[in-house]
Every structure is written in C-alpha cells, then in structure tokens.
C-alpha cells in the first residue's frame, strides 16, 4: 500500500494549484483520507480531511479557499488550492485517516 502525492510547484499569491494523492495497493473511496501540510521548523499539521461518506473538514487557516474531494475513477484525493498565500508554502503530505501511512510530500511555495 502506498500513496504518491504530486501537484506541488511554485505560484504567486493569489494563485491557484491542485494536489494529487493516488494510491496503489488500495482504494482510495474505502478510507477517510487527509492532506497535512509542515512549513519549515514548523509541525506537520492537519489541512483538511474527507470521511468515506464524503463529509469534509478543514483547517480554519484555509477554509473557504481549500476544497478536498475525491477522484475514485483515478483513486485518488485531490486538494484544490486557490487564493494562495505565502503562509501556505510548505510541504503537503497525504496520509489514510488513522494510520501511519502517508505520501512521500509534495512541495508548495507561494511567492508574495
């Protein structure tokens, strides 16, 4: 089982990018699944989180600009990222809900 997290780059504030965790060795729509994001010298912390059902959460820091969903014809869980900020620069990382397993990061920096 693994999870491979892409999409990450850089864009100027106010931009838009679009992550992408796809898994191998699993389906994607039988987990709750989270994107974390860790800013340097920061901790990792919890960006938003879609249970099975396809109920959402998100941190406060970025509700109203995030939008988790799910991709189940590319297994995947997919983070849009629009009006982007320079606290958003970090590393984003995608994990199972309740497990130890997450994706590999994927690195996002937004320039003011």
């Known amino acids: 089982v693994q999870l491979q997290a892409s999409g990450g780059g850089l864009v100027q504030a106010g931009g838009s990018l679009r992550l992408s965790c796809v898994a191998s060795g699993s389906t994607l729509s039988s987990y709750a699944m989270e994107w974390y994001r860790q800013a340097p010298g920061k901790t990792r912390g919890l960006v938003a989180r879609?249970?099975?059902?396809?109920?959402?959460y998100y941190a406060a820091s970025v509700r109203g600009r995030f939008t988790i969903s799910r991709d189940n014809a590319k297994n995947s869980v997919d983070l849009q990222m629009n009006s982007l900020k320079p606290e958003d620069t970090a590393v984003y990382y995608c994990?199972?809900?309740?497990?130890?397993?997450w994706g590999q990061g994927t690195q996002v920096t937004v320039s003011s």
């Open positions: 994990r199972y809900y309740g497990t130890d397993i």
């Open positions: 879609i249970s099975i059902t396809g109920v959402t």
